[in-house]
């Protein structure tokens, strides 16, 4: 007998990323500055003087102090992981029991589902507007509608590129039973962090908030796997004992504490992100400007730009089109259905990418 896999895995693919190698990648979020490499010696410094022989900290100790000054926050409420993937397993796995339904919102990260799926709950999703914006009363019913235990968002969104107000989260988390998972991968270059009602561990008010965050976009180091929940002591302290032991390595942690002792690197980095980020909007509203194929474009809060276009005089997708005349000429991007998401790069990535755009939308438009 041929043994057979169970069924929630059974139509399962693994996760592909484009691969190859393109000239210029904007396709995954990632910072075009290798934060790591701008630190050269005292990187390597902390990676050899890491003994490899024993295991890790387990909770990262020094690693979760630095990080908690560079956000000001009580390092008690933090615990870090094998990036922030790892803690949405986690949360996941460990918050919910089997047939529990999980509340998620549409367009988003596709990560919240696939948990859900892979820890048999119930994934409820509640559609966003034309606008792509969350609309947080409705989203408030729902959950409560529902009796989910478990609500779970990016802000700013990953795909959208869109962020709520603080007020506005403070008051969904305030008015909902559910644990409520904001993911603030995108955080750094927006301002609407839920940081500061977190910043003491012993505050009951947030007692059901979970912040996400990772060093894999606005710090530039996707490459080390490092992310962090923020919640209050027994959530914290839940997460801690659910964990695997030694889930983040010696090599990370020895990096990640180089990183957050230099706040005035990061800070301009991600000054440079948002530069670049603002550089490529005023590019693609240019763009927009002189082809109406490109029906809207969201005022990002990202680092990426999310796009959406039309369909061509035959009705074939022009999002398609687009975005395979880019690989052709060795530039990825995101593509999703009739939307591009395109991550900031560059000065002179984006201004190639504005060229190739432009040349491909010509060709569409005759
Ligand atoms: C990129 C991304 C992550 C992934 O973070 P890692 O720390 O690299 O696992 C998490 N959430 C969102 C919304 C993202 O876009």
Partial sequence: MSYQLNEKIRGLTPYDPISGSYRIRLDANESFLDTAALLGDKVQQ????????????PYAVRLVEKFSDYYHLDPQTVCA????DELIGILVAAFMEKGDKLLTTAPDFSMYRFYA???EDVNVIQQKNDALEIQVDALIDRCNREGAKMLVFSNPCNPTSLALKREEVLRLVKSVSALVVVDEAYMDFADSSLYSVLDCAGKEEYSNLVVLKTCSKALGCAGIRLGFTVSTLPVTNAVKAVKSPYNVNSVTQA???????????LDEGIRKLKDAREDLYRRILALQSRYPMILSVCR???NFVFLKIGAEDNGSSGAARLFQGLLDRSIAVRHMGDFLR?????????????????DILREMSC
């Fill in 81 to 84: 992981g094998n990036g922030s």
């Fill in 46 to 57: 902390a990676v050899a003087k890491a003994a490899l022989n024993r295991y890790p900290d």
């Fill in 255 to 265: 990096i990640g504490e180089v990183l957050f002792g230099e706040p005035r690197l």
């Fill in 300 to 302: 990002p809060q990202t």
């Fill in 117 to 119: 799926s892979i820890y």
């Fill in 342 to 358: 395109i991550s900031a790069g560059s000065p002179e990535e984006n201004e190639a990418l504005e060229r190739a755009m432009d």
